[in-house]
């Protein structure tokens, strides 16, 4: 059983920073996919971003340019860097890990944008 622990959401106003983490229990070289969801209250869950077994990364159209997903091998750790946040981000995100056709998904953590 995949464990996906995520850290680093919190309170932030208009423009701020925020770094979520995603601690795998299992080596990140075993999933096909790793990436972080995220959603809002009345909304559907949608992908932000993530990074293919290949090294390829995709990012939501509104993000790019401000987020960045990264990873530590050897910490089995998925980032996401959020930058130039704005009150539509404000969201719960999730951390998702994939392998083959099964879905991880790690707790949520609270990203609120406001001033």
């Known amino acids: 059983q995949v464990q996906l622990v995520e850290s680093g959401g919190g309170l932030v106003q208009p423009g701020g920073s925020l770094r979520l983490s995603c601690a795998a229990s299992q080596s990140i070289f075993r999933f096909s996919a790793m990436g972080w969801y995220r959603q809002a209250p009345g909304k559907q869950r949608e992908l932000v971003a993530n990074q293919i077994s290949d090294g390829s990364t995709n990012y939501l159209d509104s993000v790019k340019g401000r987020f960045t997903i990264s990873r530590d091998n050897p910490k089995n750790t998925v980032y996401l860097q959020m930058n130039s946040l704005k009150p539509e981000d404000t969201a719960v995100y999730y951390c998702?890990?994939?392998?083959?056709?099964?879905?991880?998904w790690g707790q949520g953590t609270q990203v609120t944008v406001s001033s």
């Open positions: 998702n890990a994939k392998i083959v056709i099964s879905d991880y």
